[in-house]
């Protein structure tokens, strides 16, 4: 059974940085699409990042773009999400997702990621 532990979150002030991580076993993860979604309270789950399969290919909310990088190293079987000048509305839960059109898809238990001063 495919399992995605996400790790990194915590409190951070307006215009720092903090660095997502999310592992994965038990399935193929050089095959998925990588996301990250990202859910504040009392909002619906929105996508902030994905990654292609081999790492060619990112795309990004607008409201992240230029400050939030997308990695991933498939030897690890591991996807990164940089964020960097992070603002409280970045307040949420952060969740990692794989994606695969045939195959099932995963979800990690999420982290906290707190923009406070």
């Known amino acids: 059974q495919g399992q995605l532990v996400e790790s990194g979150g915590g409190l951070v002030q307006p215009g720092g940085s903090l660095r997502l991580s999310c592992a994965g076993s038990?399935?193929?993860?050089?095959?998925?699409?990588m996301k990250w979604f990202r859910q504040a309270s009392g909002k619906e789950r929105e996508l902030v990042a994905l990654?292609?399969?081999?790492?060619?290919?990112?795309n990004y909310a607008d409201s992240v773009k230029g400050r939030f990088t997308i990695s991933r190293d498939n030897a690890k079987k591991t996807v990164f999400l940089q964020m960097n000048s992070l603002k409280p509305e970045d307040t949420a839960v952060y969740y990692c997702n794989a994606h695969h059109s045939i195959w099932n898809n995963y979800w990690g238990q999420g982290t906290q990621v707190t923009v406070s001063s």
């Open positions: 990654i292609s399969s081999i790492g060619d290919t990112t």
């Open positions: 038990g399935f193929i993860f050089g095959a998925y699409v």
